[in-house]
T-cell receptor, first 112, second 114 residues
Framework: KQEVTQIPAALSVPEGENLVLNCSFT??????LQWFRQDPGKGLTSLLL?????REQTSGRLNASLDKSSGRSTLYIAASQPGDSATYLC???????????FGSGTRLQVQP | DTEVTQTPKHLVMGMTNKKSLKCEQH?????MYWYKQKAKKPPELMFV???????INESVPSRFSPECPNSSLLNLHLHALQPEDSALYLC?????????????FGSGTQLSVL
């Protein structure tokens, strides 16, 4: 059974810092990996999707990498802003099941 | 239109009530999902519909009954719920059979069972 772990569970940084969120998964037979953002009590917004054949994806200040063989992904946020404060969730899609398994998330607080 | 719309946004119900959650998308997606999320926990998959047919049921209790009347609509019928069923219920949709299966989520229904 796929297990997804995110480290750290919580992170507080001053505005302007570059930061890295980590995600690891136990079964490398995935078809994609997605990073989501969730504000309190709200739905999830997809930030980046990396196909299993890709190594990274970029969108604005966000860059996500994927190392399928080692079961790891990172989300890099450049020049963090208070508006980036949210919970960031990593989710992997399994090839057999075609449904997402989520990590527990990293709660990010960016201090002005 | 890249939205998944869920109604109602909030719902309070007693353990003997029957209620329904509704979800709608007009992106032409043929896969639709129900997830349950408890506070400070990740979403947990409940059901997946693919081409209006139930393809995954994650051993969800029968007091939750999904329905997919057509390719744009997904319902979740609730009956005789327990207080521990209180959670945020999220609907999502995606393309089926394409490599870029980005998942689009609705804003959720915050359910409280008294």
């Amino acid at each position: 059974k796929q297990e997804v772990t995110q480290i750290p569970a919580a992170l507080s940084v001053p505005e302007g810092e570059n930061l890295v969120l980590n995600c690891s998964f136990t079964d490398s037979a995935i078809y994609n990996l997605q990073w989501f953002r969730q504000d309190p009590g709200k739905g999830l917004t997809s930030l980046l999707l990396i196909q299993s054949s890709q190594r990274e994806q970029t969108s604005g200040r966000l860059n996500a990498s994927l190392d399928k063989s080692s079961g790891r992904s990172t989300l890099y946020i450049a020049a963090s802003q208070p508006g980036d404060s949210a919970t960031y969730l990593c989710a992997v899609g399994d090839t057999g099941r075609r449904a997402l398994t989520f990590g527990s998330g990293t709660r990010l607080q960016v201090q002005p | 239109d890249t939205e998944v719309t869920q109604t109602p946004k909030h719902l309070v119900m007693g353990m003997t009530n029957k209620k329904s959650l509704k979800c709608e998308q007009h992106m032409g997606h043929r896969a639709m999902y129900w997830y349950k999320q408890k506070a400070k926990k990740p979403p947990e998959l409940m059901f997946v519909y693919s081409y209006e047919k139930l393809s995954i049921n994650e051993s969800v209790p029968s007091r939750f009954s999904p329905e997919c009347p057509n390719s744009s609509l997904l319902n979740l019928h609730l009956h005789a719920l327990q207080p521990e069923d209180s959670a945020l219920y999220l609907c999502a949709s995606s393309n089926v059979g394409r490599s870029n299966e980005k998942l689009f989520f609705g804003s959720g229904t915050q359910l409280s069972v008294l």
